[in-house]
């Protein structure tokens, strides 16, 4: 497992950019970064199954692990989704994680993740760019 860590100032509240980060609007506009046409299926709530799509159906399943809201969210990734069916996957403990820490000038948003090597380069590059939209949709709409 490979340990990658990115963090961005925000000059807004937490709450802000908690809604920015998961209601359902922005987080399709955040995570064009990473697939245009991204989406969510499924409730945040701790424990629950939610799966993360692309427009045809394929993408990956999760679990939450932890939900406290506008402070910290975390997933345990347990497989990939292709056309729409579950393949269960041996990637032990991948965990995504943001943290939101309120400072003075507004909010500093971190991401730990825990991933395998196969989705390291991937993160890596377009982590920098999704962090960059939630930082103006944060910043710049009412």
Do not use: C
């Amino acid at each position: 497992m490979q340990k990658i860590f990115f963090e961005i100032q925000i000059d807004a509240d937490p709450e802000k950019v908690w809604d920015v980060l998961w209601s359902d609007m922005t987080y399709r506009q955040w995570t064009t970064a990473f697939m245009e046409g991204s989406f969510y299926m499924g409730s945040f709530e701790e424990g629950s199954i939610i799966k993360f799509l692309d427009p045809n159906n394929n993408g990956m399943y999760s679990r939450v692990e932890k939900n406290i809201a506008n402070q910290e969210m975390k997933f345990l990734h347990l497989g990939e989704i292709y056309n729409g069916v579950e393949s269960e996957q041996d990637w032990g403990e991948a965990t995504e994680a943001y943290i939101l820490e309120e400072i003075p000038t507004g909010t500093l948003l971190k991401i730990e993740i825990n991933t395998t090597e196969e989705f390291k380069d991937f993160f890596e590059e377009k982590f920098p760019t999704a962090l960059g939209i939630v930082k103006n949709l944060s910043e710049n709409q009412l």
